[in-house]
């Protein structure tokens, strides 16, 4: 079985057993009057608007992410050890999650598949940014604008989680989703030497970045596909 046809019977069989805990996990603090630019389950915003307003702002996470990487490498990593990065390849914390990588891949998978890579992804982020930001906390030199950028992504990082959640059960007609969050996939060792802690926190910033694009990218298929289904790449 090719991993194109693996990943078709997942999403038919690994998708309804990830609905169910949903509901009793997700809460909905947020303001979702017409007139505010929050993202939660309030029924009386559409299905349209959420959507809009959930691309909005992973259109910011990953703009805020790019400037934050790049902040970062001004300011720590010399271009001597990021040739040292690129050669090492090291590996990204969310590679070992099911998300469709290839062009073929992400044409193929149904809008709730896709949503639910969005979730994933967002979800696996929350803990890392965490640990992020308590290590840039660390550092005798760290910019207080870097500082902000980062505790702003991981605050938007949780209200994008929320908008997504509502946005799959307005998409369900049962309602239902899951927040199993991949979260574990993340190991902070103790105590790194202050170099690896810096080529670190530079992996975490360049993955995050990445994976951002990758939520902003497949949110916006999701919207192609709502208005224009015939001519999405």
């Excluded at 079985?1 to 609905?19: A, E, G």
């Excluded at 307005?170 to 030497?193: C, I, R, V, W, Y």
């Excluded at 994976?211 to 596909?225: G, N, P, S, V």
Aim: proline share 4%; hydrophobic share 40%; with cysteine.
């Amino acid at each position: 079985m090719n991993r194109m046809n693996k990943m078709t019977v997942m999403q038919s069989v690994v998708w309804p057993l990830l609905l169910w805990p949903c509901l009793q996990t997700v809460s909905i603090p947020l303001d979702c009057r017409e007139d505010q630019g929050g993202l939660n389950s309030c029924p009386s915003i559409s299905q349209e608007k959420l959507l809009d307003r959930v691309i909005q702002h992973a259109e910011l996470i990953y703009r805020v992410s790019e400037e934050s990487c790049s902040l970062f490498e001004e300011m720590f990593i010399p271009f001597e050890l990021q040739l040292q990065r690129n050669q090492a390849g090291y590996a990204c914390i969310t590679k070992a999650l099911p998300i469709p990588s290839s062009r073929s891949e992400i044409q193929q998978i149904s809008d709730k598949w896709l949503l639910h890579s969005v979730l994933m992804l967002v979800q696996s982020w929350i803990e890392p940014l965490v640990y992020l930001q308590t290590s840039l906390n660390l550092y005798d030199v760290a910019p207080d604008t870097l500082l902000n950028k980062t505790k702003w992504v991981s605050e938007k990082l949780i209200s994008l989680e929320q908008g997504v959640v509502v946005l799959i059960k307005k998409m369900l007609a049962e309602g239902l989703l899951t927040t199993n969050s991949e979260q574990g996939l993340f190991h902070n060792d103790a105590q790194p030497e202050m170099l690896e802690s810096v080529m670190r926190d530079y992996t975490l910033l360049s993955c995050f970045k990445k994976d951002a694009h990758k939520m902003e990218t497949f949110l916006k298929l999701l919207k192609c596909r709502q208005t224009d289904i015939y001519n999405c790449a």
